[in-house]
Each structure stands twice: as C-alpha cells, then as structure tokens.
C-alpha cells in the first residue's frame, strides 16, 4: 500500500450524493486498493450533524484504506492539501427562487470555495462540481482560483453519458459494454444534447439500426429527463447514480480513459465553435492524467442547433454571473 494517503476533499458530505459516494471511495473505487486516503468533509453548520454520523459509519465500516475522516465548516480549513475535491453541496432551487436569486447563493459558496482551493490545495488538484447549475458553479470557482490552471476545474455530465448509454442499450438489447462513442454536449441542464451521430452499437453505426424519429427525439428527451423519471419512480432523487458517475469521471481523469471517450464538463478552449471559457460539456478522453478534447468530429445541422441552444443557455448563465459579480467581468 502507498504510505502516503491521498487527501479527498468533499462538500455537502451531510446530503444524500454524499452519503451515497463515501463509502465507495473510502473503499477503493476511486484510487484502487493500494491507495490510503485521508477524508475531509465540509458541511454548512446546519448540515454538520449528518456528516458527523456519516464519519461514525465510516468509522464502523473499519476500511483498510481509510487513513482518517474530519469535517470542517470553514472551507479553507477543509481544502487543505486537497488533491481531489468532489463540489457536492449547493443552493437548491425554491419555489419562487429566479435564476439570478439561485446564481447569487451559489455564488456566495462555489466562490470562496474557489478561493480556498487557490490558496489551500495541493497543486494538483482535480475538481469536480456536481452541485447544480453544475457547469456554471464549475465556473464560478475557477475564477475563483486564478492561481489553479483552469482545466483543473470541470462538473458532472458523466451522469447524462451514463444514462445515455444505458438507456440506448436497454432499447437495441445489447450489454453497455457493445455502445461506443455517445457525446453528451452543453449544459447539465434540459438542454443537455445526447449525441448518437458518432455512437456504434456492436461496432457499427447506431444510427442506422435505430429508428431516426426515436434516436432524435424521443431518447434525447428521456436522456435529458431522467432525473425527473428517477424522482417520479423512487421518490427522491438520484443518490447511488450520481455519486457512481462523480467517481466514474474522478477515477477515469486520474487513470485514464486511452480508448473509449466519455463526456466531461469543462473549460471550452473554443472547440466546435463553443466560446472561450464557458464550461461545456465535450467528448473527452483522459491521457496523462489530463483531459483532452477529441477533435475533428463532424457536426450535422441537427447537432449544431441542439449544441448551440445548450451552449446559449451557458452563455446566459455567463453572463447573469458576470453580471452579478461573481466572476471577473
Ligand atoms: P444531494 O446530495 O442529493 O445533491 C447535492 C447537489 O447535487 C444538489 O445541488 C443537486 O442538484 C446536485 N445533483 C447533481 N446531479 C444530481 C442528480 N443526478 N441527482 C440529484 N442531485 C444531483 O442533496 P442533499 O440535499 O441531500 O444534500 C446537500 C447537502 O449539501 C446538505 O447536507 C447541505 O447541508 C449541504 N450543503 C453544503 C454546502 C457546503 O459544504 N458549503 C453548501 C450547500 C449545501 P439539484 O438540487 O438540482 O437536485
């Protein structure tokens, strides 16, 4: 086993993504099972409790691999030589809440989050936002943290690819493992655009076994809507899948993905036309421990449109954020 623990830094611990990613980790599903890591847990004062009887359990589980658990309130205290940081914790919507009331209180969290990353974290810090609006709280603490190379900033769409991919094998009857090469592009959000133009299922095109009016309407509608069907059948959102794909995009960012691609929110360096900074999600893979963008994709009219209403509503929430103050105008 590795003697020095790596240490994981995750926020909203007391909540049920939380609750559902902890366990995994502190067993091995992240960084394997020669690799100690040392847990530090942020909660706001209200949520301190539930984290506190999270680490009891932790403690009970006895893992080998778990070097320590402590949590914190002050985020400085809690990124503390951080070299994962898993951003869980986030303002819900409210009824009545407009999005500028919902960008302005996850302004007043991912900011000094940000903050704290730039002065307290190890320099090689990896992060991921899965509070929503996802990709734009991902924003928000980049330029937060103007120290930290901003592609070490990213947010969750693993979860749409997931859900992309097992929702489309479930329909041609085959194992996940026959799918290949889904792209969900935009935002985590409804206008997320799961893109079957490049998918083989059993190695040859999905789109031409597919039925096209099912392939590009009604399967990206029930991609982007998942989460409401999850809270309809279960009656609460989903934890244990979340949680899942938050480690399925860590582990694949530290160990790398060097065959297949997957989809990841990130920084856009003005690929495909997606403006300069915006966090986007991209198909990505994962080489060297970064991750790059793949390239030379061609993009049909159908998936223009459909990435670009997705990539103007980033751009709005850009620039209610600008607006707001949140990030450098
Ligand atoms: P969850 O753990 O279920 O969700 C946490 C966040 O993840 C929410 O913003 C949620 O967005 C988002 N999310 C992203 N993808 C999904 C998905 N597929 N399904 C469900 N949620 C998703 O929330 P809880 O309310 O159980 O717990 C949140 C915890 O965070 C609380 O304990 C709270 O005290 C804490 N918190 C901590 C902060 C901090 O550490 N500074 C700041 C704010 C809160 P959505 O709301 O859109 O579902």
């Known amino acids: 086993m590795s003697a020095q623990p790596v240490t994981i830094t995750l926020t909203g611990a007391g909540g049920q993504i939380g609750y559902a990613a902890l366990f995994r980790i502190a067993s091995g599903a992240l960084l394997g099972s020669q690799q100690s890591v040392r847990l530090r847990l942020l909660e706001v004062p209200q949520g301190l409790q539930a984290a506190e009887g999270v680490a009891l359990e932790l ?6 691999l778990l070097h320590s658990v402590d949590i914190f309130t002050d985020p400085n205290a809690a990124f503390e030589g951080a070299s994962v940081a898993f951003l869980v914790g986030a ?4 009824a009545g ?3 500028a009331d919902l960008l302005q209180a996850n302004g007043g969290i991912f900011g000094p989050q940000g903050r704290a990353i730039n002065d307290h974290a190890d320099d090689n810090i990896r992060v991921i936002v899965v509070g929503n609006p996802a990709n734009t709280n991902a924003l928000i603490a980049q ?3 103007p120290d930290v190379p901003p592609e070490r900033f990213t947010a969750l769409t693993r979860l749409d690819h997931n859900r992309a991919i097992g929702i489309l094998a479930q329909e ?4 996940v493992s026959e799918i290949n090469g889904i792209t969900v592009w ?5 206008t997320q655009y799961p893109d079957l133009s490049h998918a083989t299922i059993s190695n040859a095109p999905a789109l031409d076994t597919l039925d096209p009016l099912w392939a590009r309407g009604e399967y990206i509608r029930r991609v982007a809507q998942r989460g409401a069907e999850i809270i ?3 009656g609460s959102s989903s934890a244990a899948s979340a949680a899942n794909a938050a480690i399925d995009h860590m582990r ?3 160990s790398g993905t060097p065959q297949r691609w997957t989809s990841v929110a990130l920084p856009s360096d003005g690929s495909y036309g997606i403006p300069e900074g915006i966090v986007s999600s991209f198909p990505a893979r994962s080489v060297d421990g970064s991750w790059k963008i793949v390239q030379g994709l061609t993009i049909d009219l159908f998936s223009r449109e459909r990435i670009e209403a997705s990539v103007n509503e980033l751009l709005e929430e850009h620039n209610a954020v600008k607006a707001l103050g949140l990030i450098p105008a």
């Open 59 to 64: 403690t009970d589980c006895a893992f080998p």
């Open 91 to 94: 303002r819900p919507r409210t």
């Open 252 to 254: 694949d960012w530290i």
């Open 232 to 234: 309809n059948t279960r």
């Open 143 to 145: 330029h937060n943290a």
């Open 186 to 190: 935009g935002n985590h959000s409804a």
């Open 172 to 175: 041609a009857r085959v194992h």
């Open 97 to 99: 809440m407009e999005r």
